[in-house]
């Protein structure tokens, strides 16, 4: 529960002030957000990419419950969620953009 609620104010705090707002995020240890994905929420690790120089993110979820989780980890190690939700489903391949 406290996941959902955290990734609301993300949301709403980057969109208000983007920079200050990334002190204010659930942030911390990458072993420690991992832990907690995986145990508390079944999630595993989907899939990662760079976004900048200095940023990674990653796509965390759940196949069995259907829940994500998409955090950023900084050069230094501090990884923060960036966006969390419920309901993720795999989209067939072919299927986006198409019409009918």
């Given at each position: 529960?406290?996941?959902r609620l955290?990734?609301?104010?993300?949301?709403?705090?980057?969109?208000?002030?983007?920079?200050?707002?990334?002190?204010?995020?659930?942030?911390?240890?990458?072993?420690?957000?991992?832990?907690?994905?995986?145990?508390?929420?079944?999630?595993?690790?989907?899939?990662?990419?760079?976004?900048?120089e200095t940023?990674?993110?990653?796509?965390?979820?759940?196949?069995?419950?259907?829940?994500?989780?998409?955090?950023?980890?900084l050069p230094?190690?501090?990884?923060?969620?960036?966006?969390?939700?419920?309901?993720?489903?795999?989209?067939?391949?072919?299927?986006?953009?198409?019409?009918?």
């Amino acid at each position: 529960m406290w996941k959902r609620l955290i990734s609301a104010s993300l949301t709403f705090g980057l969109a208000a002030a983007a920079p200050p707002a990334l002190a204010q995020a659930a942030c911390g240890e990458y072993e420690r957000l991992r832990t907690a994905l995986t145990e508390a929420y079944g999630e595993s690790l989907s899939g990662r990419g760079l976004q900048s120089e200095t940023r990674m993110i990653e796509l965390w979820r759940s196949p069995e419950t259907g829940t994500w989780t998409v955090l950023m980890i900084l050069p230094n190690g501090v990884t923060c969620v960036v966006a969390s939700g419920t309901d993720w489903q795999d989209e067939a391949k072919g299927r986006i953009g198409t019409s009918g």
